[in-house]
């Protein structure tokens, strides 16, 4: 049987396109084994169709780590048999590039983010110097690859001549679970409910500005659901502003149960900050998570966000990064109970066109060419 070995550098838990790629290799007739790595606080593992394997490494952040991880990985593939690779971000790439060459596998590299200018890179010109090479590397020897948006593809296209498909992160349509109530959730009943979910609740994506916004909004609950590195900041912040009664944390969790909490709320928050071309061309998980969930969604003015939002009517923009400004836009999407039931019918619509059901199609084309 034909066998496809698709590498991640997180601990595979809640990475949903990862999953769905390894679903359609599946679906393409492949042998999946996924590899990503294990960390001292990764949840367990879910139960999947394929298999999978999660390094445990010496090191979890810096150079040591990627260094680590890169070594780690090679090995890995240098000693399992694969007829495929698929790298998902730069940070797997090298490996797979080397072992595609050494082995005669076929190769293709997903690129979730524009990573080389991803805000941890941008003010760190050095590091983001040693990324650059190795995409200036590899990226030109590929035939092909795939990415996340047309304005990142339209990058990749430009700067290097690749052919870039795009496939668009988008949640199974019959994905979602039933609808949880608020009391069996530990939520209020007398509290509009609000939303900031991901794994990347990171620095310039408008978290802090938004939990200071929640001092003006006494009759709203703010649930924070994820990871990321600004975390410990907002629990800091929550505590300095004395808002624990407004502001609650979630640890990430399986998709399934995330939805649950996703689902019962009024808005949902794309809020990144235009300070570098990664976040202005993001396209995040959480808006299409919204869109199936139904939730109207109150969003900074970004390229390919502000694109699906327009064509649908799906919410509201802020005007600034203001906590003043962010908490009159949420007062405004709240106050206005008509187009709120607009914006709700329009999320119907667009949930049945923007479904993976639909997204898979264009994949599963793509891995046929590499049987």
Request: with cysteine; aromatic share 10%.
């Amino acid at each position: 049987m034909k066998r496809a070995i698709v590498s991640v550098i997180n601990d595979l838990v809640t990475d949903q396109r990862v999953n769905k790629s390894c679903l359609a290799l599946q679906k393409t007739g492949y042998e999946v084994l996924l590899v990503g790595r294990k960390q001292r606080k990764s949840p367990p593992m879910d139960e999947r169709p394929y298999a999978s394997h999660r390094m445990k490494l010496l090191f979890e952040k810096g150079p040591l780590f990627y260094a680590e991880y890169n070594i780690r990985l090679f090995l890995f593939l240098l000693f399992h048999r694969a007829n495929f690779l698929l790298s998902n971000d730069l940070d797997t790439v090298l490996p797979n590039y080397f072992i595609s060459r050494l082995k005669g596998s076929k190769m293709v590299f997903d690129s979730h983010e524009y990573f080389t200018e991803t805000p941890e890179l941008v003010h760190r010109p050095k590091v983001q110097k040693v990324w650059k090479r190795i995409e200036g590397f590899v990226v030109p020897k590929l035939s092909e690859m795939i990415t996340v948006c047309d304005s990142i593809a339209d990058l990749f296209r430009e700067k290097y001549g690749v052919k870039c498909h795009v496939i668009r992160n988008i949640p199974l349509r019959k994905a979602l679970p039933p609808k949880g109530a608020k009391t069996e959730l530990g939520l209020p009943t007398d509290k509009h409910l609000l939303i900031l979910q991901g794994s990347g609740i990171n620095i310039q994506r408008g978290a802090e500005e938004l939990v200071q916004a929640m001092t003006q909004l006494d009759d709203c609950f703010l649930m924070i659901i994820g990871g990321g590195d600004v975390l410990p900041v907002l629990k800091q912040m929550v505590e300095d502003l004395k808002i624990t009664d407004r502001v609650r944390f979630f640890p990430r969790m399986p998709y399934q149960q995330m939805m649950a909490y996703t689902q019962l709320a009024e808005l949902g928050f794309c809020l990144d900050k235009d300070t570098n071309l990664n976040y202005r061309f993001s396209l995040p998980n959480k808006l299409f998570d919204f869109i199936q969930a139904g939730v109207p969604i109150v969003a900074s003015h970004l390229t390919e966000i502000e694109k699906i939002i327009r064509q649908y009517d799906l919410g509201m923009f802020i005007e600034s990064h203001e906590p003043a400004t962010i908490a009159a836009t949420i007062r405004e999407a709240l106050s206005d109970e008509a187009r709120r039931t607009q914006w709700k019918q329009n999320l119907a619509v667009a949930a049945q066109d923007l479904c993976w059901e639909n997204e898979e199609q264009k994949l599963l084309e793509i891995y046929k060419h590499y049987e």
